[in-house]
């Protein structure tokens, strides 16, 4: 089939290359010239484990291209999957892109003569693309939905960042949202070579279930945040005994697939979530909820615990630390809000450091996957404490803190590191055992 996905960030060029990969003609346009000549330059700009193989072979096979956003780039698709940013302003969702990219669809229909699905992939809240956005698209080309001159629909997206390909082509379901028949038919073609469940349902409870999925999972991780904290304020709780309990619960243990995560690996305690999804998605679902006068009660908590954690972590590791030194050093390892990505967005880690500084220590840090560029976007004059070499470092640290979990980091384990110096690991990264010489060995659990 012939698609246009418009947005070329993790979902949009993920999406795009794996439909190619699978036989599909595709065209990614974004308003970024600078994303535009990269991608066809054959160059990612973002790093995705096994992403740039697809992008060479597809842009090698001719079956995908990129194109700056503009109506005479379009060609003619019969499906346009929407997959642009849809940030948080002011504690609200900012469907700002998402309404561009309807005034450019309605003024590009108007030239159009076939039948186009336009389906929305991006994280919205129930009630955008039946209400809104079809009336943008309607008013900015005369054209009526309801007459069957172009399709409507909503197929929220589950990757996650750093696995992005792999949960690409292997996906749990498929949720097809859909406003019209044509619609349906043609996201069931599209997506006919996935062997997994497909869920058919309205754009609505398409849009819906994408905050409900990411609620609870994010309740999870705040939940096992506060039960440690409380457990740390008693004596002698050794909480990841705790954990080995609870995870064999068999309501829980039943969850557990060796090979891939589970719902357990949300009940890990650590700094809190990050990234660009689930502390945006909590914050636009909580307003809604607000405007709806249903007080969201569960989301602000999930919200505020995890606001609180990067701080609290932070507080746990200077309690440990050496009141009589007045100034302390700190090596940060892993700045990007998780692993085997370079994405900043919403990091923890970034938090810990913030909040570190603010309180006088002297910081460094090191990341694998951050480049110059990303460093420079760090800000604040942040940059100047990014260190090349870590383990040069190590002896210079009072105290070093596993932030993001490279695999890297796993080496700290071997190295020969002064009995003093405290290593913090408050996501649990490296096997206790394995540093049972260091003395002052931290983690929240
Ligand atoms: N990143 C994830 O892991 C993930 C997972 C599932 C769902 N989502 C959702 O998918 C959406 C996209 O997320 P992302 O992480 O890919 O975002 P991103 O910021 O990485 O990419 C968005 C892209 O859209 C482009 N864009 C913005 N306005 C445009 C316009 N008017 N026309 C054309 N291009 C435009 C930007 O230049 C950018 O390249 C969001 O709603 C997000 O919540 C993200």
Redesign the pocket.
């Known amino acids: 089939m012939k698609v246009n996905v418009?947005?070329?960030?993790?979902?949009?060029l993920v999406s795009g290359l794996v439909l190619a990969s699978i036989g599909h003609k595709v065209r990614v346009?974004?308003?970024?010239q600078d994303?535009i000549r990269s991608i066809n330059n054959k160059q990612l700009p973002f790093y995705e484990k096994g992403l740039r193989k697809i992008l060479v072979k597809s842009i090698n096979d001719k079956c995908f291209s990129a194109y700056e956003?503009k109506v005479e780039n379009f060609g003619d698709p019969e499906i346009i999957l929407i997959?642009?940013?849809?940030p948080t302003v002011n504690k609200k969702i900012s469907l700002t892109?998402i309404y561009?990219?309807g005034r450019?669809i309605g003024k590009w229909l108007k030239y159009y003569n076939s039948f186009c699905s336009i389906v929305i992939?991006?994280?919205?809240l129930s009630g955008t693309t039946d209400t809104i956005f079809k009336k943008i698209i309607e008013d900015n080309s005369t054209f009526k939905h309801k007459n069957g001159d172009f399709g409507l629909g909503m197929n929220?997206?589950?990757?996650?960042?750093g696995n992005?390909v792999y949960d690409c082509i292997n996906p749990d379901r498929i949720i097809i949202g859909y406003e019209d028949i044509k619609t349906k038919n043609r996201l069931t073609r599209l997506y006919q070579h996935f062997n997994c469940k497909k869920i058919y349902t309205n754009s609505r409870t398409a849009e819906m279930s994408?905050y409900v999925n990411n609620t609870l999972l994010a309740l999870q991780i705040s939940a096992i945040n506060e039960l440690s904290k409380i457990s740390n304020n008693l004596t002698h709780i050794n909480f990841s005994k705790i954990i080995e309990i609870v995870n064999n619960d068999h309501r829980w243990s039943n969850c557990k697939n060796k090979n891939s995560t589970s719902i357990l690996d949300y009940l890990i305690p650590g700094p809190g979530f990050g990234?660009?999804?689930f502390p945006?998605?909590l914050m636009a679902l909580s307003s809604q909820s607000l405007e709806l006068n249903v007080k969201p009660h569960v989301l602000n908590a999930i919200i505020e615990t995890n606001d609180k954690q990067p701080e609290y972590c932070i507080e746990l590791l200077l309690k440990k630390m050496s009141k009589s030194k007045s100034t302390k050093n700190i090596l940060f390892l892993g700045v990007t809000f998780k692993p085997e990505t370079n994405d900043i967005r919403e990091s923890t880690s970034i938090k810990m450091i913030d909040y570190a500084i603010k309180l006088g220590c002297l910081v460094k840090f090191h990341d694998p996957f951050l480049n110059k560029f990303n460093v420079d976007d760090l800000g604040k004059n942040l940059h100047l404490g990014f260190v090349n070499d870590w383990e040069s470092k190590v002896n210079w640290a009072d105290a070093i803190v596993i932030a993001t979990t490279h695999k890297e980091y796993k080496k700290l384990s071997n190295l020969q590191i002064n009995k003093n110096t405290i290593i913090f690991d408050p996501r649990s990264y490296l096997n206790r055992n394995n540093i049972s010489s260091q003395p002052n060995y931290l983690s929240l659990g």
């Open positions: 418009i947005g070329a960030g993790y979902v949009g346009l974004d308003i970024d994303k956003f997959c642009v940013g849809t892109n561009n990219v450019v992939k991006s994280t919205v929220p997206e589950f990757l996650r960042e992005a994408k990234g660009s999804c945006k998605d």
